[in-house]
């Protein structure tokens, strides 16, 4: 059990915050596990829901390259909960088993991996790993990506790293049966 009792149910909302916790039910259907953290802060919440939606649906990469790079932000600031949630999804979509393997034990990328691919692993490793960006890899990407993606890619990566603050400050446990983040060497 998480340190804070996730809210879940419109009755548990702080007052004034029904209308937040109704736009985050529109968009997802139900309060997810760091929805349920966000919402102590009902207008957070519904903020951080439609930057998912924008940054997830409405973003120039495809679905696998979005979960490819979720993936690498949850490894790279271990975010177990967020891996959990993401990593089969992200072999679902079509990003390489051996990839989300190499991405999780922080190794070599498979020399088999799409250009693409590489280069998203790449770039966020470097930007959530080591908290910089070399110019050639800057260019690299935006010439994959465009400017457009180049941002999106950026946001989408720090929108995990505020998800996974929540998660990890408030002890989220992973659910049983999934995907288990590997530990660090």
């Known amino acids: 059990m998480p340190r804070m009792t996730p809210i879940t149910k419109r ?21 997810n ?14 903020l951080a829901t439609a ?12 679905d696998a390259d979005v979960e490819l790079a979720i993936c690498v932000a949850a490894r790279e600031f271990d975010i177990a909960y967020v891996w959990s ?18 991405v999780g034990t922080g190794g070599e990328l498979p020399a088999d991996t799409t250009p693409r691919h590489a280069l998203i692993a790449r770039f966020a490793r470097t930007l959530v790993g080591r908290h910089t960006m070399e110019d050639a890899l800057f260019e690299d990407t935006r010439t994959e990506l465009g400017d457009r993606g180049v941002i999106e890619l950026s946001a989408l990566l720090g929108y995990y790293l505020m998800i996974g603050c929540a998660l990890i400050a408030t002890d989220y446990p992973v659910a049983p049966g999934a995907p288990v983040l590997p530990l660090r060497p």
Not at 52 to 60: K, M, P, V, Y
Not at 86 to 94: E, I, N
């Open 11 to 31: 009755e548990q909302v702080p007052p004034g915050g029904e209308d937040a916790f109704d736009r985050v039910i529109a968009s997802r259907g139900s309060i």
């Open 33 to 46: 596990a760091p929805q349920s953290m966000l919402m102590y802060v009902p207008e957070v919440s519904a």
């Open 51 to 62: 930057m998912n939606d924008a940054l997830r649906f409405g973003s120039t990469m495809t």
């Open 85 to 102: 949630s993401h990593a089969k999804r992200a072999v679902d979509l079509g990003v390489a088993p051996a990839l989300i393997e190499a």
